[in-house]
């Protein structure tokens, strides 16, 4: 009860700050079916713990009550009493039966949510850790971005599970969206699983759940629950070539010319790097540096003049450009939508 | 027979302890180069307080830090250096040697017996810890080279690979980490070893096994736990040293080595070590409860079994630490009960303790009061743990605040409040003098009331999704307010344990004298002089229950009569 308590002061608190942001991450207020399953349980979990905690406690406090030593005792010692067999065994016999009834409620919700059957129109995709930002990519969809994810809704009418594979392409990072499903760490040389099927639209975020160096703390997630429509029209965005307007061209032989390439693509462009985010459509995601900032054309070119000034130890290098090939490659950047 | 013949009042005339005059640098001098095991207890419990300091500072930087969103007192590189000294500090530095000091100082006077089984050895093992702590400090000036700018390690205290690969962690920070572990981690191998020897073959006349005081129990056992995990900490440092330096694959990814073998071999490591690290804190309550309740120990065979259920099945449960890592549904079920199954000893033993309890005329003084504090937060601490072994809510809960709140419930709520009422209780033990009631009961009171301003507020942040080892955090997430709670609750206990510091320094010149049993207790320890001669006891003790000093007290009702 007690705990059951904490667990609405707790969601309270959380939907107070839902009602101003879509930026909640409470665990109390899941859009998932992975997500809803683990709340429901901790809902038992949370008072079968509570039930411990309010009969043991009191009786902790009782007796720390009702024997405390009084100013008119006489002094002598109470009685000694050595220990009794049948009372040991009530209380181990009693946790057992709590541990039994406990450990098989978890067992089934491990197997329903880690080995779920796939459904053939979950949308396959995956996710590939770095020190410090996400690489996304749908191979069916032949599409690759970065640190904001778009995956389709999934109701009861359309189940469109998102199944996703995670790996790490230097350190284990851990991808934790917490109202879309528990976290799943991404390992270097080893491929894991996570699924989730969000009912409603919206922005999720969450952000990076394993130390991996020094920005570990500015490696944010944001997941986009696209409606159908919304989804379709992103994924055909996203088919497209890098835009190429001519109005930017310089910032374009500047991105070419320097070192920008070396790390980041450009589809349609020479730019093949894969050390850093793809780029293609860098210009309709909302944020940059996995999150550290707003997307702006100020942010942006403070991010590429000095990348320490938003993000310190970021493993994007300042390169020493003047102001006017900094301004240069912000356009260019901004074209591509 | 000869052991009905109680010869403890004789081991109490002894001569008084010989004050000679020596100069400081002699006094200094029989300090570094003594054996015995009151000396060297001593000397364990000051380094570890001194570095309770030390990484009690680290965290109080932490949560300045913390105190906003988006704050500047520290840097991210700082921060991540702080909280992992923070961490590795107060585990292998406060928490380890600690505990062993007060094995150290007190089993052979619970035992009987006239020092440790191997006392070179002892000192051995002191001063390999000691040199352990140095060198891992002295990666503030040396982790990068003599001729760099020094800095700590800070890849976490569990330090995952790959991050400690030299592609990811230059510089020397992780050498010094590894080797300081090495270095300490045989100084505890061998203090273990001796313990053991000590308990099996230095037991007075009359202490049998089952008459040996359940303090000496426990740190049998703890010892015997230690033997097993300080190995694979040790084999995995050695690893990573070879992968660092001898071009060694083994946790190397990027030439097909496992991230996970790593995490297998700390955590089988880092899991009994907390048990090893809290069960020398049952060890303190299974003394002091009794003692301030007038009673005896309620089920003492089943507290014995407990213990080594506990040890048992706490060398099964590591990858409960590595839920998220991608185990097989099955190994995840496995996990989760035989991590259950540890909360079925342990509750065994909080339903003894308040036995013990029931039915006493329990005295409230400042032992008793950490204590008590100590049952208390120790019964939500395994709750908690109960939680988190449930894997689905770990996949959650795993790497949130929510689970710093559950370990340092463990750590603090359980481990330090019993290392704060062994400090109260046998400190008149260990100097003649006792320590300030007054000082204590504020001590007690602040501590007790910022770590619940911390560590319960923790928990909330852990729902709402907000993540370990973040330097800093979003301004939209709604953490700010619980953030501000958890470190002024910081602040708090910061000054409690300044109180704590005033007590011990006053209470050393200024306090009451103690005399031999101060208590009214009934473990041998009490029945020779405070402090006490180098000998310990003039002759061999002979005892003939559990309760020695309760049969010379009691003698119309000894306890022999009653023990089998």
Redesign the interface.
């Known amino acids: 009860m007690l705990s059951a308590a904490?667990?609405l002061?707790?969601a309270g608190?959380?939907r107070?700050?839902a009602l101003t942001?879509n930026?909640?991450?409470?665990?109390?207020s899941p859009e998932s079916t992975?997500?809803r399953?683990?709340y429901e349980?901790?809902l038992f979990?949370?008072a079968v713990?509570g039930g411990?905690?309010v009969v043991?406690?009191g009786?902790?406090v009782y007796?720390?009550v009702r024997?405390?030593?009084r100013p008119d005792?006489d002094g002598s010692?109470?009685?000694?009493?050595?220990?009794?067999n049948q009372?040991?065994l009530s209380?181990?016999i009693i946790?057992?039966l709590i541990?039994v009834v406990?450990?098989l409620a978890?067992?089934r919700?491990?197997?329903a949510?880690?080995?779920a059957p796939k459904p053939a129109a979950a949308l396959e995709m995956s996710a590939i850790g770095h020190?410090f930002w996400w690489e996304f990519r749908y191979p069916a969809l032949h599409i690759t971005t970065a640190n904001e994810l778009h995956i389709p809704v999934s109701t009861d009418a359309d189940p469109r599970p998102t199944f996703m594979k995670l790996t790490s392409a230097?350190?284990?990072h851990?991808f934790?969206v917490?109202r879309l499903?528990?976290?799943?760490?991404l390992?270097?040389?080893?491929?894991?699983?996570l699924w989730m099927d969000p009912h409603t639209p919206g922005l999720y975020?969450?952000?990076?759940?394993?130390?991996?160096?020094?920005?570990?703390?500015?490696m944010?997630l944001r997941v986009y629950v696209d409606t159908p429509e919304q989804f379709a029209a992103w994924v055909k965005q996203e088919q497209q070539p890098g835009a190429q307007s001519p109005a930017s061209a310089a910032g374009r032989r500047e991105f070419e010319s320097q070192a920008c390439m070396n790390c980041h693509a450009i589809a349609g462009t020479a730019a093949h790097g894969q050390f850093g985010p793809d780029l293609t459509h860098f210009a309709s995601r909302k944020t940059l540096a996995s999150?550290a900032a707003d997307n702006t054309t100020e942010n942006l070119e403070r991010w590429i003049e000095d990348p320490d000034s938003i993000k310190?130890?970021s493993l994007m290098p300042s390169m020493h450009l003047t102001p006017d090939q900094v301004r240069e490659i912000t356009a260019y950047l901004n074209t591509l939508q | 027979m000869a052991d009905q013949v109680l010869t403890i009042p004789d081991s109490l005339s002894v001569s008084p302890p010989q004050i000679a005059d020596e100069t400081f640098l002699e006094r200094l001098h029989g300090w570094v180069v003594t054996v015995d095991h009151k000396k060297l207890g001593i000397l364990y419990v000051l380094y570890s307080v001194f570095f309770l300091f030390v990484a009690g500072a680290e965290a109080l930087c932490i949560r300045i830090q913390l105190l906003r969103a988006h704050n500047h007192f520290l840097?991210?590189?700082v921060f991540?250096r702080f909280f992992t000294m923070h961490g590795t500090t107060m585990v292998f530095l406060v928490g380890m040697p600690i505990l062993f000091g007060f094995a150290n100082y007190l089993i052979p006077l619970m035992i009987g017996a006239r020092d440790m089984a191997f006392p070179r050895l002892n000192a051995f093992s002191f001063w390999l810890t000691a040199f352990g702590g140095l060198l891992l400090y002295f990666s503030f000036i040396g982790g990068f080279g003599l001729y760099g700018v020094g800095s700590a390690p800070?890849?976490?205290w569990f330090a995952?690979a790959?991050?400690t690969a030299r592609?990811?962690s230059p510089g020397h920070s992780t050498d010094y980490w590894a080797l300081a572990l090495i270095v300490s981690g045989f100084g505890t191998l061998g203090t273990a070893i001796n313990i053991i020897a000590t308990v099996l073959s230095m037991r007075c006349r009359g202490m049998t096994l089952w008459r040996m005081p359940l303090f000496a129990w426990l740190m049998f056992v703890v010892s015997g736990l230690t033997l097993i995990t300080i190995t694979p900490l040790t084999a995995a440092q050695i690893m990573l040293l070879i992968d660092r330096y001898l071009g060694g694959h083994f946790f190397d990814?990027?030439a097909?080595?496992?991230?996970?073998v790593w995490m297998h071999f700390f955590w089988i490591f880092g899991h009994p070590e907390v048990y090893v690290l809290v069960m020398p804190a049952f060890a303190i309550a299974n003394e002091i409860i009794p003692v301030f309740?007038?009673?005896?120990i309620?089920?003492?065979?089943?507290m014995v079994a407990a213990s080594a259920a506990i040890a048992f099945v706490s060398l099964g449960v590591w990858a409960h630490h590595m839920f998220?890592?991608?185990m097989?549904?099955v190994s995840?079920?496995f996990f989760?009960?035989s991590t259950?199954?540890v909360?079925?000893p342990t509750?065994?033993k909080?339903?003894?303790w308040?036995?013990t309890?029931?039915?006493?005329?329990?005295?409230?003084a400042t032992p008793m009061l950490f204590c008590?504090g100590f049952?208390?937060q120790f019964?939500?601490a395994g709750?908690?743990g109960?939680?988190l072994?449930?894997?689905?809510?770990?996949?959650?809960?795993?790497?949130?605040y929510f689970v710093i709140a559950h370990f340092h419930y463990v750590l603090v709520g359980a481990i330090v409040f019993n290392i704060f009422a062994a400090i109260y209780y046998w400190y008149p033990k260990a100097t003649g003098r006792m320590l300030s009631e007054r000082l204590g009961k504020w001590h007690f009171w602040l501590f007790l009331i910022g770590f619940h301003i911390t560590f319960d507020t923790m928990?909330?942040l852990g729902?709402?999704?907000?993540?370990?080892?973040?330097?800093?955090?979003?301004p939209?997430?709604?953490w700010d307010r619980l953030n501000m709670i958890v470190s002024i609750g910081g602040f708090i206990q910061g000054v409690a344990v300044l109180i704590f510091a005033v007590n011990l320094v006053w209470s050393y010149y200024r306090g009451q004298p103690a005399g031999d049993d101060p208590w009214d207790a009934w473990t041998l320890e009490w029945a020779t002089a405070s402090p006490p001669p180098e000998y310990n006891f003039a002759t061999e003790p002979v005892v003939r229950s559990r309760r020695p000093l309760w049969d010379l007290k009691?003698p119309e009702?000894p306890?022999w009569r009653?023990?089998q």
């Open positions: 904490v667990a002061a707790a608190a959380q107070a700050v942001s930026t909640n991450t409470s665990i109390f992975p997500s399953s683990i349980l901790s979990v949370l713990t411990i905690f043991v406690g009786l902790i007796a720390a024997f405390r030593e005792d010692e109470p009685p000694q009493i050595f220990g009794s009372i040991e209380w181990t946790p057992v541990v406990l450990f978890t067992a919700m491990i197997f949510i880690q080995d020190q230097d350190v284990i851990s934790w917490p499903a528990g976290k799943v760490d390992v270097p040389n080893r491929i894991n699983e975020v969450g952000q990076c759940a394993q130390f991996c160096g020094v920005e570990h703390a500015k944010l999150g310190p130890g | 840097s991210a590189a991540n800070d890849v976490g995952y790959p991050l592609a990811f990814t990027q097909g080595g496992s991230a996970v309740s007038r009673k005896a309620f089920g003492y065979p089943a998220t890592v991608g097989t549904s995840n079920a989760t009960l259950m199954l909360g079925v509750g065994i909080i339903f003894n308040v036995a309890m029931w039915g006493g005329r329990i005295r409230f008590i049952l208390f019964l939500l709750l908690t109960i939680m072994s449930v894997s689905p809510l770990d996949w959650q809960l795993h790497n949130s928990h909330f729902f709402m999704g907000m993540p370990r080892s973040i330097y800093t955090f979003e939209d997430r709604g009691h009702d306890d009653y023990e």
